[in-house]
């Protein structure tokens, strides 16, 4: 076994480049993929080393990158599309809503579209406006799309290629200001779990359930050593697929300690958070000690990036929801 040290931006890289390798249906395609590497250099030297026709730059027109996408992958590839920033897919939403969620079942079956679509979301990078957004729970709401999200080296790299194998379309949200994050990972052996769209307890605890994914898993991690310190046992749960969402798992952690905050930066309001919270306590109603609770971003368009952390919730916001949930 071969373990690397590698930051979550080079995971992905490296998925990427093994994905063109093993498979020559699969293309990538976006905005300044090619030469430039993208803009956080996820694609850097993929086009040199495979080509301008399995790695290709696109002119700024997001709408038809994915219209072209779905083409290609009627045709029979397994394209990978690059949206630059978060802020910037909603030209393309129609296209992802309309037809690359719905062709399936428009034909019984017969279709399938493979497409995967990157998208770095998510703030604390001090970007300017359109480019701190977390939109998971446009495309969560939509059937007929699968919506994952890692927190760490090893997952980035293993659920992208999970992701490119699936026969379903995958939103894969990348939180951007993890891309630095280091981690080890072993590219040679694939685990035989977890699955794409499978929870996992990433520390276990007996007091409280964490449920987060991407950016806020660190987060809950770190808000469950502070608790620790104060004689506090918090599981911590990384959800990695938002819909669908492994409920299983929640349920099985909810039941053990009693009580669940779930942690997103996205909005509060409608979030991924509020489907959560109402599953668990239909489901679990009866082991519940406290009301579901939720930490997120606030109802309100992303702020200039001098106040995103006012705006982000924090370790603070979240050790807060703790200290609420155990003083029922």
Known sequence: ??????????????????TLDTD???????????????VFRITDGLQKDFGEDRVMDTPLAESGIVGTAIGLALRGYRPIVEIQFDGFVFPAYD??????????????GR?????????????????????????????????????????????AYWMMRQAVRSDDPVIFFEPKRRYWDKGELD??????????????????????????????????????AVAAEEGQSVEVVDLRSISPVDFDTIQASVERTGRLVVVHEAPVFFGAGA??????????????????????????????????????????????????????
């Open 111 to 155: 279709i399938k579209l493979p497409v995967v679509i990157r998208i770095p979301y998510g703030g604390g990078i001090g970007a300017v406006e359109h480019h701190s957004e977390s939109p998971e729970a446009l495309f969560a709401h939509v059937a007929g799309l699968k919506v994952v999200s890692p927190s760490h080296a090893s997952d």
């Open 95 to 108: 296209q992802i809503v309309t037809q690359l969620a719905k062709m399936h079942a428009r034909s019984r």
């Open 187 to 224: 590219t040679d052996t694939e685990p035989a779990a977890p699955s794409l769209h499978e929870a996992v307890v990433v520390r276990p605890g007996h007091d409280l359930t964490l449920a987060a994914y991407g950016p806020m898993v660190k987060v809950c991690l770190e808000a469950a």
């Open 24 to 38: 020559p249906k699969v293309l990538i395609m976006g905005e300044d993929v090619g030469k430039l590497g993208g």
């Open 275 to 328: 489907e959560i919270a109402a599953r668990i306590t239909e489901r679990s109603f009866h082991s519940l000690e406290a009301p579901v609770l939720r930490v997120g971003g606030y109802h309100l368009p992303y702020p200039p990036a001098r106040l995103e952390d006012e705006y982000l919730p924090g370790l603070d916001r979240v050790l807060d929801a703790v200290d609420r949930s155990l003083a029922y």
């Open 1 to 18: 076994m071969t373990t690397q040290t590698l930051t979550l931006a080079k995971a992905l890289t490296e998925a990427l480049r093994a």
